[in-house]
């Protein structure tokens, strides 16, 4: 099935491109010395084709033909490591037409394209490898654009291979979060809570696709930090997402309450999230905007905070003047795949329809994803209300929205730091399936699991 489907890949690869292209695995990376290294994960365009998380290797496909360069194992890794397949064995594994070691690929680079890779030693492989510039933090020119514009073409939908591991991160992820919510009630810290959750990924020799979000500080976006006590009326915003031996990612929140019971304040504004979350999950199907989808989270949300008095005038109006930014600052998603934030090593060529760039508006600056919506796309949607205090305190932005804000109405929901709810949806032919419909999102159903 592996060498069928990467065989699939590199045939539709070749339809698009008429140049050979090289893509490289990337190294590990030391914490402090040298044999003391952080877990290596694989470039992801490189698992794309090769399908299996090679250290130190390269491919080169050309006109579908996939050339796999990799030295064998030393005599001494075997004490350290164990026995490792050979390159020969590998290589049939993947159904690569030759196998050679690294040293030989300085003779096949002529004429070639790449992908930087993320890894620092990798890249500056790449740059003197090729006699010109392959840096990460660089837009890809020539040959290497139109290489990086095909790949994106090719990962932007999924076939049934990686749907088939996509599911298999998103069951993962659906059982940790619920772990996770029923841990709570006999946790005194954030960091037990993240324990349970990341427990389960871990057993199922599964990885986090990203660092774990698990804090009762949830207007701190992507918060890092697990030291906090969990006090009543607190509650827990978690962003945890697991990935698979592959390297395929699933990216998924829920907000609950320590207590195992929302108050009456907190509930009314997770009910405004739910129904941003459930108004863009109806939208989704081939060919509507995923801007547009942005936008109707964000009226949704100003619809319900006008609702609950914290917001004052027409929600269409308050977000043209993007005044929905001050409390739901983000994008309603990003594309989801090898990478939880797919294909965001190459700017937003993928995430942005070409010709299209980023806004400068408060309320779309960080929108992740502007393009049209195909069947095979998998979309996180993921709306959030957060009490921000650098927004909230920012002296122009109190100015320019002191009309529309009630500031004493928005005093008596200061219980509500952060809610976020999000799931993983795949467009489909005639419309959307939620991968990680299985998980609750119902605040009385979150209740029960806590409980």
């Keep these: 099935m592996l060498k069928q489907t990467l065989h699939h890949r590199r045939q539709k690869l070749a339809t698009l491109i008429n140049f050979p292209a090289i893509l490289w695995s990337g190294n590990t990376n030391p914490r402090n010395f040298p044999a003391n290294t952080y877990p290596f994960r694989a470039?992801?365009?490189?698992?794309?084709?090769?399908?299996?998380?090679?250290?130190?290797?390269?491919?080169?496909l050309e006109r579908g033909k996939l050339e796999l360069f990799i030295d064998n194992p030393t005599p001494s890794s075997a004490l350290w490591h164990g026995q490792m397949p050979t390159r020969d064995e590998i290589a049939q594994q993947i159904g690569a037409d030759t196998a050679r070691p690294m040293a030989e690929l300085e003779s096949y680079l002529e004429g070639v394209a790449t992908i930087p890779v993320q890894n620092a030693a990798t890249w500056t492989q790449q740059t003197q490898l090729l006699n010109r510039w392959v840096l990460p933090q660089q837009p890809p020119q020539g040959i290497d654009l139109e290489l990086a514009k095909a790949i994106i073409s090719l990962r932007l939908t999924h076939d049934a291979s990686a749907l088939e591991e996509l599911r298999k991160a998103a069951a993962v992820t659906v059982a940790?979060?619920?772990?996770?919510?029923?841990?709570?009630?006999?946790?005194?810290?954030e960091a037990e809570v993240r324990a349970?959750?990341?427990?389960?990924?871990?057993?199922?020799?599964?990885?986090?696709?990203?660092?774990?979000?698990?804090?009762?500080?949830?207007?701190?976006?992507?918060?890092?930090?697990?030291?906090?006590?969990?006090?009543?009326?607190?509650?827990?915003?978690?962003?945890?997402?697991a990935e698979t031996a592959?390297?395929?990612?699933?990216?998924?929140?829920?907000?609950?309450?320590?207590?195992?019971?929302?108050?009456?304040?907190?509930?009314?504004?997770?009910?405004?999230?739910?129904?941003?979350?459930?108004?863009?999950?109806?939208?989704?199907?081939?060919?509507?905007?995923?801007?547009?989808?942005?936008?109707?989270?964000?009226?949704v949300i100003a619809e319900g905070l006008v609702n609950l008095g914290i917001l004052q005038g027409n929600p269409p109006d308050l977000v043209e003047m993007d005044a929905h930014a001050l409390f739901f600052p983000h994008g309603i998603g990003h594309l989801?795949?090898?990478?939880?934030?797919?294909?965001?090593?190459?700017?937003?060529?993928?995430?942005?329809?070409?010709?299209?760039?980023?806004?400068?508006?408060?309320?779309?600056?960080y929108l992740r994803l502007n393009r049209p919506l195909l069947p095979g796309m998998l979309v996180t949607i993921e709306p959030g209300f957060y009490q921000v205090p650098a927004i909230l305190n920012d002296a122009n932005l109190r100015s320019k929205y002191e009309n529309v804000v009630n500031w004493q109405r928005l005093a008596e929901f200061v219980d509500v730091r952060g809610i976020r709810?999000?799931?993983?949806?795949?467009?489909t032919e005639s419309g959307s399936e939620v991968l990680t419909d299985a998980l609750p999102n119902q605040a009385i159903a979150i209740e029960t699991i806590a409980n």
């Design 196 to 241: 349970a959750m990341e427990a389960v990924i871990i057993g199922e020799n599964m990885t986090t696709a990203y660092n774990s979000i698990v804090t009762v500080h949830g207007e701190v976006l992507h918060n890092e930090q697990y030291h906090h006590p969990l006090q009543p009326g607190d509650l827990i915003l978690a962003d945890v997402g």
């Design 176 to 189: 940790a979060h619920k772990a996770g919510i029923a841990a709570t009630s006999k946790s005194q810290r």
């Design 43 to 60: 470039s992801s365009h490189f698992l794309y084709f090769a399908g299996l998380p090679l250290q130190n290797a390269a491919i080169r």
């Design 421 to 427: 709810i999000e799931d993983d949806v795949l467009v």
């Design 336 to 365: 989801l795949g090898l990478d939880v934030h797919d294909m965001e090593d190459l700017g937003d060529l993928a995430g942005y329809e070409e010709g299209r760039t980023r806004s400068s508006r408060f309320g779309l600056g």
């Design 246 to 299: 592959m390297g395929w990612a699933a990216d998924v929140t829920r907000t609950w309450p320590v207590s195992g019971k929302f108050s009456s304040t907190q509930r009314d504004i997770y009910d405004v999230v739910l129904a941003a979350h459930d108004a863009c999950i109806a939208k989704i199907s081939p060919g509507v905007e995923y801007g547009d989808i942005h936008l109707l989270a964000a009226t």
